[in-house]
């Protein structure tokens, strides 16, 4: 059974930065694509940024691009992202989630509907 676990969320206030990280157990990590979904009070679950298995491409979403930056080690069997600029609107909830594909990645790639493993999550809070 695969398990993700995330951490480095806190409080940080309007422009400052945060590096999430989450560590996989339990399968072959090198045969995943990661992304990472956020899920902030009374909206739906969305996608933030995804990684293809080998880290040679990757997708972000338009509302973070430019300020996020997803990365991947996989003798680590970790993937982490790494915020800068954050905003109040980046409030959530963060989830690591892994789909077993080696496609490389496109947006469609990380439907949420279609990953096979989620992380319990890590809260991330910006103070204006």
């Known amino acids: 059974q695969v398990q993700l676990v995330e951490s480095g969320g806190g409080l940080v206030q309007a422009g400052g930065s945060l590096r999430l990280s989450c560590a996989a157990s339990g399968g072959t990590f090198s045969s995943y694509a990661m992304g990472w979904f956020r899920q902030a009070p009374g909206k739906e679950r969305e996608v933030v940024a995804g990684?293809?298995?080998?880290?040679?491409?990757?997708y972000y979403a338009d509302s973070v691009k430019g300020r996020f930056t997803i990365s991947r080690d996989n003798a680590k069997n970790t993937v982490y992202l790494q915020m800068n600029s954050l905003k109040p609107e980046d409030t959530a909830v963060y989830y690591c989630?892994?789909?077993?594909?080696?496609?490389?990645?496109?947006?469609?790639?990380?439907?949420?509907?279609?990953?096979?493993?989620w992380g319990k999550g890590t809260l991330v809070t910006v103070s204006s």
């Open positions: 989630a892994a789909r077993i594909t080696r496609a490389t990645m496109t947006p469609a790639i990380m439907d949420y509907h279609y990953m096979n493993y």
């Open positions: 990684i293809s298995w080998t880290g040679g491409s990757t």
